[in-house]
């Protein structure tokens, strides 16, 4: 098994920045993906951005493309979403997860997931 813990999410006004951070107890060989979701009172979980373990290719949601930014630590234990020119609608649970496989838009897709880290931004 491996163990997830988001950190980072807090109370940001409009137009402020956060990062998020995710770590890892361990990464198998097996996985190969870490992503991150969102979602907002009374709605689906949404995918935010994805990338490799290999550190490289990385994908976006159209919402947040040219704003959000995904990176992993040298380590590569930990993944990053650094978030820039939050907007209220950006306001949700924020959920790390890994998969078995390359990057997907996908919730059904990955196999672990934390518990999520609160993410408020006010107008």
């Known amino acids: 098994q491996v163990q997830l813990v988001e950190s980072g999410g807090g109370l940001v006004q409009a137009g402020g920045s956060l990062r998020l951070s995710c770590a890892a107890s361990?990464?198998?060989?097996?996985?190969?993906?870490m992503g991150w979701f969102r979602q907002a009172p009374g709605k689906e979980r949404e995918f935010v951005a994805a990338?490799?373990?290999?550190?490289?290719?990385?994908i976006y949601a159209n919402s947040v493309k040219g704003r959000f930014t995904i990176s992993l630590d040298n380590a590569k234990t930990t993944v990053y979403l650094q978030m820039n020119s939050l907007k209220p609608e950006d306001t949700a649970v924020y959920y790390c997860a890994a998969r078995r496989g390359a990057g997907s838009y996908y919730s059904i897709d990955y196999d672990y997931w934390g518990q999520g880290t609160q993410v408020t931004v006010s107008s």
């Open positions: 361990r990464r198998p060989c097996t996985i190969y993906a």
């Open positions: 990338i490799n373990w290999n550190g490289g290719n990385t």
